[in-house]
């Protein structure tokens, strides 16, 4: 109840004036939040988010044990949101276990309070969502052309859609952002924003972080999927390796980690990865420090894997 009426009391304030930003105030809210079941620690609320950039979805956002309405909190922004808290609901029965493993983080004081924002994937439109359309757009048509439709054809869909991840950051900065910064008692500075995601959403994080380094202070990218479709190759790495050179560099980025297992997609990984550590190091990331790339031998590309690592990267983020 006390988490409840902090948060009614949030909405109804910034119903009546601007965000601490300074940004435009959203509509005053004919909604309110629905609290969702299937999390063991925390509470899970949910908002039906209608985007002026991508098909609206819900939104949800995870406040832990520690979240009183009084204490500032950082805020995690997490891709995929249909498989972080809840194994009953997931596609293939597993879970990131979220809920538990960050409030447990909390208690233990291990890291700093923290809440997460989970952002939904568009199902079918995932991979065209999650795919960096800067470095997209440096592909030979007919190459990316083939990738597309055969990630479509992998998510059941007869037509490709077009790649849209620089709409998908819009949404988020734009309207997540501003919702969550005006209606939950949390730190709004890129030094207490991070990012993370696997696989695609590895790619997005690393993405989002190039795009908006005064907003998202780390990116925390696990099992990233360099070779953007299913089958290793040259050409998308490669466009991939040339953002890192240009835009991933410590004076605009504050930290970014980076893993892989070696079991199932993660065995195509290590050799892309290691181009990036190599641009990392070149560009000036200093490894342990404001970056760091680690292997998981005989982990898989699948929630149970990152799960079991989980706490490593949050440590690296938020770690007292």
């Known amino acids: 109840m006390k988490v409840f009426l902090a948060i009614i009391f949030n909405i109804l304030l910034f119903s009546c004036t601007q965000n601490p930003n300074g940004s435009p105030n959203l509509k005053e809210p004919s909604m ?6 299937g999390v063991s ?3 899970l609320l949910r908002w039906e988010l209608a985007s002026n950039f991508i098909p609206s979805r819900p939104l949800d956002i995870w406040l832990p044990s520690s979240y009183d309405g009084a204490q500032k909190h950082n805020v995690l922004y997490m891709y995929d949101a249909q498989m972080l808290f809840d194994a009953t609901t997931t596609w293939n029965g597993q879970e990131w276990r979220v809920d538990e493993i960050l409030d447990s983080l909390i208690v233990d ?26 470095p ?7 190459f990316s052309d083939s990738v597309l439709a055969e990630i479509s054809k992998r998510y059941g869909s007869d037509s490709t859609f077009r790649v849209n991840s620089d709409d998908y950051l819009r949404y988020m900065v734009e309207e997540v952002k501003p919702f969550v910064d005006g209606y939950f008692t949390v730190y709004t500075s890129a030094t207490s924003t991070a990012i993370m995601g696997s696989s695609m959403g590895g790619l997005m994080s690393m993405y989002a972080v190039g795009e908006y380094p005064s907003v998202y202070g780390a990116a925390l990218c696990m099992s990233t999927h360099w070779p953007g479709g299913f089958t290793p190759n040259e050409e998308i790495p490669a466009v991939f390796n040339a953002y890192v050179e240009q835009n991933i560099i410590p ?17 195509m990984y290590k050799p892309f990865q290691n ?6 190091e070149e560009n000036g990331f200093v490894l342990g420090e404001n970056w760091t790339t680690e292997q998981f031998p005989g982990a898989a590309h699948d929630e149970k894997s990152w799960a079991n690592r989980l706490h490593i990267p949050l440590i690296f983020a938020f770690g007292k």
């Open 109 to 134: 004081d291990v890291i700093a309070p923290t809440i997460v924002v989970a952002l939904y994937n568009g199902g079918q439109r995932r991979n065209f969502e999650y795919f960096p359309q800067k």
């Open 251 to 267: 004076e605009r980025v504050g930290k970014i980690y980076f893993d892989y297992g070696t079991e199932t997609l993660d065995a």
């Open 32 to 37: 309110f939040l629905d609290t969702i079941d």
């Open 136 to 142: 997209a757009a440096k592909l030979q048509t007919a």
């Open 41 to 43: 620690k925390g509470t």
């Open 275 to 280: 181009n990036v550590n190599v641009a990392l």
